[in-house]
């Protein structure tokens, strides 16, 4: 399918995102700890609970089992910054099963002008190959959504995932290879609000095709290496953090910048693993 018009990559939109790539990595490593209790709890309903648990490595499973379903999120908002964990798909069969990882406004009520969301949903599948990423953008009581195929089983090893949420543009990016990005245009919606970010696992029986089969068991997904070092967080007084400010982008590049070597990167997947591409919707 045809990509929609903000992702083409056009020279203009390559002069803004080019930076060069060595400048991201003492940053990318600076008070780095991996920790998820230095940004995250679990939901309040499922602490304590089966499906909420922690492993002894520093990993957090959460899982999908009949009417329960694991989540956490993080203790404060952010304006801007990236957004990364390292996770892993449930193994066999996940079907009717989303694992996210996504970014929300603080009004999630509802779907409405004032709700922001950037998200990462993995579909389940009858087998981990068959998963499909499915990425969502929610904006101005729209959305704007691409899903790709995997070029490995998500469900063997634990990968990368992050969100880049800038005020210039938004990635998704998986290990080191950018595979969606959004550039902030006139007349088209776009996201500023502060948010929360999360992770959940949810069942999507009521639309998905195939439905859970809970005679195996619950649906897990483990998630790790949780970063958040680098982006900005709102203060107590709700002001715009500084480093979301873009007078102040020499002190924070990453906000701001795509190293050539990625821009490459998003290219050459989006050769093989672009399975649908929507373009702005309104919300029904």
């Not at 005679?215 to 900005?232: I, P, Q, S, Y």
């Not at 203060?235 to 002190?251: I, M």
Request: hydrophobic share 35%; glycine share 8%; net charge positive.
């Amino acid at each position: 399918m045809a990509l929609s018009p903000q992702l083409r990559f056009r020279p203009l939109h390559l002069a803004l995102v080019v930076v060069v790539a060595a400048a991201l990595v003492p940053l990318a490593l600076a008070g780095f700890d991996g920790s998820f209790d230095k940004y995250f709890q679990f939901a309040p309903y499922c602490k304590g609970q089966y499906y909420c648990e922690r492993e002894g490595d520093g990993t957090v499973a959460i899982s999908a089992h009949w009417n329960k379903v694991g989540a956490f999120d993080s203790y404060g908002q952010y304006q801007y910054g990236i957004f990364s964990v390292r996770m892993k798909m449930p193994a066999g069969y996940s079907g009717g099963i989303i694992p996210c990882f996504y970014l929300i406004s603080g009004n999630n009520a509802g779907y409405k002008d004032i709700h922001d969301e950037i998200d990462f949903e993995i579909l389940g599948a009858k087998n981990p190959r068959e998963m499909i990423i499915h990425t969502n953008l929610i904006s101005g009581g729209q959305t704007n959504l691409e899903q790709f195929t995997f070029p490995f089983d998500p469900s063997a090893d634990f990968h990368t995932y992050t969100l880049i949420y800038s005020p210039r543009f938004i990635v998704w990016r998986i290990d080191d290879t950018p595979i969606r990005v959004t550039l902030n245009q006139p007349g088209k919606p776009f996201p500023s609000s502060p948010v929360q970010v999360r992770a959940s696992i949810w069942d999507a029986s009521s639309w998905s095709p195939l439905k859970p089969n809970w005679g195996n068991g619950k649906v897990t997904a483990k998630f790790r290496d949780f970063d958040l070092t680098m982006a900005c967080p709102v203060p107590p007084t709700g002001k715009r953090p500084a480093c979301a400010d873009e007078k102040n982008r020499h002190k924070a590049p990453w906000l701001f910048n795509l190293p050539p070597r990625q821009i490459r990167k998003f290219k050459e997947f989006r050769k093989g693993h672009v399975k649908a591409s929507y373009g702005w919707q309104p919300i029904q």
